[in-house]
């Protein structure tokens, strides 16, 4: 694709980019894969960790209560992408085009005052509206303690995110990898003794999500003091705005399709099936981690070659190695959760395996999520973000009148069912309307193919059982090898493609 200049707003007569010369697109997707990579080998870490923790709340928690955790978890995510308002996001989109060192720290510094200080600020007057505010959404007492420490904790939640956001864009993927696991250990090991030693249940586990950001968001911010200034750039903040707060609008309804299903699952099933949601968005939390190795590269490596000869073409084949990829991991995800709970059910010495047909439409709900993050790309370079915020409305809203029509029937397994379909319908109209701003060559057949065929072998999956569990591992692994036979065998991914995988520098760092 040749290099375009898009549209610039009114009032703002600086083109978006300067000429640069082509790009060859194979060494590009090359460093993305190693950069990939070295996310991926903290999130294979950061993974063994959470299994570890994930097995052992089970034990200390009642069903009841881990749903009870689930819930509250999901109101800090929510808060986390308010209080961003959209700077996660927009910080990208400007940092690769500051000239120097200095504008760069200046950049950060404006986003890092901004940020912080509009967290501090909604957080208190939050709290001081906490217990009515939490007998509101949930209608009972037991869940006041964890929505105080939910909120207390999140000036040190945005610090920490803040420090690896800045790590990202600086590509130093080691001291990033060092600072997520040691905020899991230092959450977990905090959570962990807060409930054995005070007997206070989900609230411990609040405690040391507290506890856990405190520690590593004042570490990062002093590793990051070389990259930070203390006066911010001037000028900028309204650029900023501009791209950031479309994407408020956009990360609540984000929220809304993944989440928005807790409270009304909580007023229509029972604790215990609540409980098994929670294990089974564990279970897609496993894939949403690795995913995020990839979402930690994209944005750096996307706008650092922004603008550049052939940054179209690499961007449609990036998307389409991360669909399969991703749809191959969703797939084999979905055929062995049965077993997997088999596991965590003689662990914890609970029932859990009625989360199993959960598993696939929240899995693949997340890989359909990843690749909107991939499809963003074109509107972001455009400053158009309002599409996405328009898309993601209208996802939302399907999202919520799926959860109505498909919960009373359903449960969870509908719950699951809207937010993939949510899901697919903010993938598939930002497509359609990025496509018309700023075109990028994708590749739809290839995308179609593969999620079509993921979305099939999971649906047949609970219907594919044999009698022993050695030989239904045996049929499961000979259905997964079968699917990424056909993917190649299709030339949906070829083996040059597989050849990128082979050459991983798994540092996938510079410095740090």
Not at 159 to 174: D, G, H, K, T, Y
Request: hydrophobic fraction near 55%; proline fraction near 5%; include cysteine.
């Amino acid at each position: 694709m040749r290099a375009v200049k898009h549209p610039v707003p009114p009032g703002n007569p600086e083109t978006l980019t300067e000429p640069q010369p082509p790009l060859p697109a194979r060494m590009s997707l090359q460093g993305l894969v190693n950069q990939v990579a070295g996310y991926g080998v903290g999130a294979v870490v950061n993974r063994i960790l959470g299994i570890a923790v994930a097995c052992t709340y089970p034990v200390l928690l009642s069903r009841d209560e881990y749903g009870r955790l689930d819930v509250v978890f999901s109101v800090v995510t929510l808060l986390t992408v308010l209080f961003y308002i959209g700077m996660d996001n927009a910080l990208p989109r400007y940092y690769y085009e500051q000239k120097t060192a200095e504008e760069r720290k200046g950049l950060v510094c404006a986003v890092s005052y901004s940020v912080m200080g509009f967290t501090v600020v909604v957080s208190g007057i939050l709290l001081l509206f906490s217990q009515p505010l939490a007998l509101w959404l949930y209608g009972d007492p037991r869940y006041v303690l964890c929505f105080r420490l939910a909120l207390g904790g999140m000036p040190f939640a945005m610090l920490n995110s803040m420090q690896l956001l800045v790590l990202r864009l600086e590509r130093r993927v080691r001291a990033f990898n060092i600072l997520a696991a040691a905020n899991l250990v230092i959450s977990a090991a905090f959570g962990i003794s807060s409930i054995l030693l005070f007997k206070i249940g989900p609230a411990g586990v609040l405690a040391g999500f507290v506890a856990g950001n405190i520690a590593t968001g004042l570490a990062g911010a002093w590793v990051n003091r070389g990259v930070m200034a203390l006066t911010p750039l001037r000028g900028y903040m309204k650029r900023l705005l501009d791209i950031g707060m479309p994407l408020v609008f956009s990360g609540a309804a984000l929220w809304l399709i993944g989440y928005v299903n807790r409270p009304l699952l909580a007023h229509r099933v029972d604790a215990d099936d609540l409980g098994l949601y929670a294990i089974a968005s564990g279970a897609a939390g496993m894939l949403a981690m690795m995913i995020a190795a990839f979402r930690n590269a994209w944005q750096p490596f996307a706008f650092s070659i922004m603008g550049r000869e052939g940054a179209g073409t690499v961007y449609g084949h990036a998307l389409t190695l991360f669909t399969v990829i991703g749809s191959a991991v969703a797939v084999a995800a979905c055929l062995f959760a049965p077993h997997a709970l088999l596991v965590i059910n003689s662990y914890t010495q609970k029932d859990w395996s009625g989360a199993a047909p959960v598993v696939g439409p929240l899995v693949m709900g997340t890989v359909f999520s990843a690749m909107y993050f991939v499809v963003q790309t074109g509107v972001y370079i455009a400053r158009r973000t309002g599409y996405i915020a328009v898309t993601m409305g209208i996802a939302a809203a399907a999202n919520l009148l799926l959860n109505f029509l498909l919960i009373p029937g359903f449960g969870i397994f509908g719950a699951a069912l809207a937010t993939a379909l949510g899901h697919l319908t903010a993938l598939v109209t930002l497509y359609v309307a990025a496509q018309r701003i700023a075109p990028i060559p994708y590749q739809p057949v290839k995308l179609m193919t593969t999620t079509v065929a993921a979305a099939l072998v999971m649906g047949l999956a609970p219907h594919l059982r044999a009698e022993s569990i050695a030989a239904d591992l045996a049929v499961k692994l000979g259905i997964l090898f079968l699917y990424c036979g056909a993917l190649l065998a299709t030339r949906t991914i070829t083996r040059p493609d597989l050849a990128l995988f082979w050459n991983i520098s798994w540092h996938g760092h510079r410095g740090g």
